[in-house]
Nanobody, 123 residues
């Protein structure tokens, strides 16, 4: 059974940084397309960043470009999200997700989800 466990969330002041980690167990991480999503209070769950399993190519939504960096370490079965220059509007629960053997930016096609980690950015 595949499990994704996020860590690294917390409370930070605007302009600060956090690094989220997502450890994968029980599956073949190297064939998983990995994504980070977030759900802010009262809003939909949205994709923030993703990284392909084929060539490690990253993808970012416009609101985080230049501030967030997604990376994966296949040897450690872990995907990371480095978040810099955080803003209050980045406050949300952040989820990592895995899609097996495909490349997708659509939540519907992700097969496995973590439990989420809270990120709160104070102004």
């Amino acid at each position: 059974q595949v499990q994704l466990v996020e860590s690294g969330g917390g409370l930070v002041q605007a302009g600060g940084s956090l690094r989220l980690s997502c450890a994968c167990s029980g599956g073949t991480f190297s064939v998983y397309h990995m994504g980070w999503f977030r759900r802010a209070p009262g809003k939909e769950r949205d994709l923030v960043a993703a990284i392909t399993w084929t060539d490690g190519k990253p993808y970012y939504v416009d609101s985080v470009k230049g501030r967030f960096t997604i990376a994966r370490d296949n040897a450690k079965n872990t995907v990371y999200l480095q978040m810099n220059s955080l803003k209050p509007e980045d406050t949300a629960v952040y989820y990592c997700a895995a899609a097996e053997g495909i490349v997708t930016m659509t939540a519907l096609f992700y097969d496995y989800w973590g439990q989420g980690t809270q990120v709160t950015v104070s102004s």
